[in-house]
């Protein structure tokens, strides 16, 4: 965002939107530019990825729906913050649904915030809020490695620590293993603990997701048990 941009903002700021529906694609564009943000759209979550890959520093926000026909939007969510070591980049996602277990998925992939289609221009209007944020988290981490991680890179990282075992695995290790050169141990150390934190949260969801059927099912088990009762007492011979 160059200095004029930045004295002007929101206004301006560079939102990539993604959407397979083209209907929902263009009612979310022109959201967008009521809004007076610059926007890009592309129809694939593959080619919006592509677009982030070659040109990360040209966009301050990604708003994607969850369901596309080429890459879902969790997925996408997952290789922008891991395989392009991008955690914090800020990606809204969208949906014509709102339960809460996919907006808990989406929250635990990274998401800073979820929107149910058709999205409000009410809503619209304060996701700059998003990127503010990042910008002032941006000012704490300009001191720290900028090395990127491709995806083959990424590949190679998450076969080590599969080897090594979760737990076990160490910087140190990982990067023999990995064999890679212009690799420092502290880039591995700083994306072994993003890893771990991204996992701790996909475990963390799943927990709290079997807890929650497992409540269900020991309610129905409950109601079942009742009901049995009930039709113990009406068949008991009314003679005894």
């Known amino acids: 965002m160059d200095d004029d941009s930045r004295d002007r903002f929101p206004i301006g700021m560079r939102v990539l939107a993604v959407d397979g529906d083209p209907t929902s694609l263009l009612h979310?564009?022109?959201?967008?530019?009521?809004?007076?943000?610059?926007?890009t759209?592309?129809?694939?979550?593959?080619?919006?990825?592509?677009?982030?890959?070659?040109?990360?520093?040209?966009?301050?926000?990604?708003?994607?729906d969850v369901h596309m026909p080429d890459m879902d939007g969790l997925k996408l969510l997952e290789l922008v913050g891991l395989e392009m070591d991008l955690p914090e980049f800020p990606v809204i996602l969208l949906s014509e649904y709102s339960d809460t277990e996919l907006v808990m998925k989406a929250i635990s992939h990274g998401a800073c915030d979820f929107?149910?289609?058709?999205?409000?221009?009410?809503?619209?209007?304060?996701?700059?809020?998003?990127?503010?944020?990042?910008?002032?988290?941006?000012?704490?981490?300009?001191?720290?490695?900028?090395?990127?991680?491709?995806?083959?890179?990424?590949?190679?990282?998450?076969?080590?620590?599969?080897?090594?075992?979760?737990d076990k695995a160490v910087p140190k290790k990982i990067l023999d293993l990995m064999n890679v050169e212009n690799i420092t141990r502290e880039d591995v150390a700083s994306?072994?603990?993003?890893?771990?934190?991204?996992?701790?949260?996909?475990?963390?969801?799943?927990?709290?997701?079997?807890?929650?059927v497992a409540?269900?099912?020991s309610a129905d088990q409950d109601e079942d048990s009742d009901e049995d009762e009930e039709n113990g007492c009406d068949n008991e011979d009314p003679s005894a």
């Not at 759209?41 to 994607?64: G, P």
């Not at 996701?127 to 002032?136: C, G, S």
């Open 191 to 212: 994306h072994l603990e993003k890893y771990r934190l991204y996992m701790k949260k996909i475990s963390s969801v799943e927990y709290q997701q079997a807890s929650m």
């Open 215 to 217: 409540a269900l099912g």
């Open 41 to 64: 759209t592309t129809s694939q979550a593959k080619t919006a990825l592509t677009m982030l890959r070659e040109n990360k520093d040209k966009f301050d926000l990604v708003i994607a």
């Open 115 to 166: 929107l149910v289609k058709p999205v409000r221009l009410e809503e619209l209007k304060i996701i700059w809020q998003h990127v503010l944020r990042k910008k002032f988290e941006d000012l704490s981490a300009l001191k720290k490695s900028q090395f990127v991680w491709s995806v083959e890179l990424h590949r190679k990282f998450v076969s080590a620590v599969t080897q090594l075992g979760f």
């Open 28 to 39: 979310l564009e022109t959201q967008l530019r009521t809004c007076q943000y610059h926007v």
